[in-house]
């Protein structure tokens, strides 16, 4: 069968699968010609239900977007007996921190500040971690800024600042414990 005899038969196999899964429970069949005789009534004839339709075996689902619950961005982790939850992400070129402006040394650079409202557990702790970014490229980079403060609020937050490629475009959190986060949600590339 060539290729173009192929897609027709696949199409109209699929378009079957479809119109049968959107057809009504019931169906009215009406006499062939209108010469017919009063005994041949509409009759009503089952018809297949989507329950009963199974997809042919060679056909592959196309997959989608589904949004799902990132652990430490849509939900509070905790690492180390430490609770808390990412609240931003950014590239920026400078970072002001104590009065202090910190640039990127390397001009191909940019700084990624992360965010995380601290919820429970020993703040001091989290500065023994050791927290990295890793890009796609395998560029690791260890946060080079590590600060717990807190927001308008009164809520404690932690502070990582690391120098980035300018090019990288998926960045993953390294935390103790093997814990890691993708933060594409948070920097415009994700569900």
Known sequence: MCHSAYLRFAFSLWLGVILAACAPSEVTVKPASPAASPSDTPQAVPSATPSAIQPPASITPIPTNTPYSIPGIDSPITVQGVTFQIVSAALQGSYDVYGQTHEPT???????????DLLEGE????FDWTVSCRD???????ASITTIGTTDSGQPQITWVFAVSKTSRSLVLELPESVTIDL??????GP
Do not use: F, K, T
Not at 106 to 115: A, I, K, T
């Open 136 to 142: 796609e490229q395998g560029r690791q980079d260890v």
């Open 123 to 126: 703040q001091q702790g989290i």
């Open 106 to 116: 390397d001009p191909n650079d940019s700084l990624l500040v992360v965010m995380a």
């Open 184 to 189: 594409a949600p948070l920097l415009g590339g």
